[in-house]
């Protein structure tokens, strides 16, 4: 299984994609940084939406995907009771491991449904190639997420999120 990829994706391609497979309007986005601790105007919001080249194109830092993410665990899940908040290293620098643990806590994926996401995305999966992915950087059997795996993990949620609902 390849983990890495060619083309990287950026957090407004992540952000983008993360909006399509959830369905998500700018109202929603707009509650969810909030509930993230983003200070993001609507407009601010549209501009990290827009592709790169359009003139009003903004980029997406990791703090404000953090923040999103973050949103999200908390508008999907609620907000624990007397949490701490993120840990600096996951708002300072985010990388395709911290965005993949925190999309699946957020939508309460179990390992089934990683597997049969990434199954939808034409990847086969096993359950020790997923549990790489969320070790700790230090443990010698941690994975790196690539930017071809996240493309395709953010891919194939669209259609399992359709298939679960039916």
Known sequence: MQYGGTMPLTNNDTL??????LDLRDAAL??????????????????????????EYAECSDQALASFL???????????????????????????NV??????????????????????SGFDLSRAELSALFRNKGHKNYKDCGDQFLRNFLAGLKDFIEKKSE
């Open 16 to 21: 983008r994609r993360l909006r399509y497979s």
């Open 30 to 55: 707009e509650e969810i940084f909030k509930l993230g601790g983003a200070a993001l105007t609507r407009p601010e919001i549209l501009n990290v939406m827009k592709k790169e080249g359009d003139p």
């Open 70 to 96: 973050d949103g999200l665990i908390i508008k999907r899940r609620g907000r624990k009771e007397g949490a701490a908040p993120a840990p600096a290293e996951t708002t300072l620098y985010l990388n395709n």
């Open 99 to 120: 965005i993949l643990k925190k999309i699946r806590i957020a939508l309460e994926l179990h390992e089934e449904d990683m597997i049969a996401i990434m199954k939808i």
